[in-house]
């Protein structure tokens, strides 16, 4: 799949001049911060009504992760048959501090990345009607804000 090489900053305007779609109005949608799944995987952000383009994921840490291995990965679940694919490859979030940011390159291989500062460019990537999970391979403590950018491809098609 092409990129559309689409970052955050491009996204300011508000509206894309994207090939064979005309100016397309970006969305975002902020998850408040919540606990981090307990050996499992909960659902972060819902798409319905149609596909949409993600051009950016973003995760922040509010309260410290505990100090404990912690394989941790984005999944996309879809509502229509067929199995779930992760996102991104797994990231040890062990012991991670309040401001460390989570991200993803679009690229299903690559794990997930963290740091202080993160880049934006990310091959985008198109997801039909499902959710994005995110799974952890512990029990850890900390908290997490999550942040999503997309562009919805087909009319009605949103996130929350």
């Not at 100090?67 to 990231?91: E, W």
């Not at 299903?108 to 499902?130: C, H, K, P, R, V």
């Amino acid at each position: 799949m092409p990129t559309l090489g689409i970052s955050l900053r491009a996204l300011g305007t508000g509206a894309l001049d994207l090939p064979d779609a005309g100016d397309t109005a970006w969305q975002t949608v902020a998850r408040a911060t919540t606990t981090l799944p307990q050996t499992g995987t909960d659902s972060l952000f819902t798409i319905t009504v149609g596909r949409i383009l993600l051009v950016g994921l973003i995760g922040e840490v509010t309260t410290v992760v505990q100090t404990q291995a912690n394989n941790t990965k984005l999944t996309f679940n879809p509502t229509a048959t067929g199995a779930s694919t992760d996102i991104c490859a797994n990231l040890n979030i062990t012991g991670d501090a309040v401001g460390t940011l989570y991200s993803i390159t679009g690229t299903i291989a690559d794990a997930m990345q963290e740091g202080m500062l993160m880049t934006t460019d990310m091959t985008n990537l198109i997801l039909s009607e499902g959710t994005i999970d995110l799974t952890c391979a512990a029990s850890n403590t900390g908290d997490v804000k999550w942040d999503m950018f997309y562009i919805p491809l087909d009319t009605g098609a949103t996130v929350a």
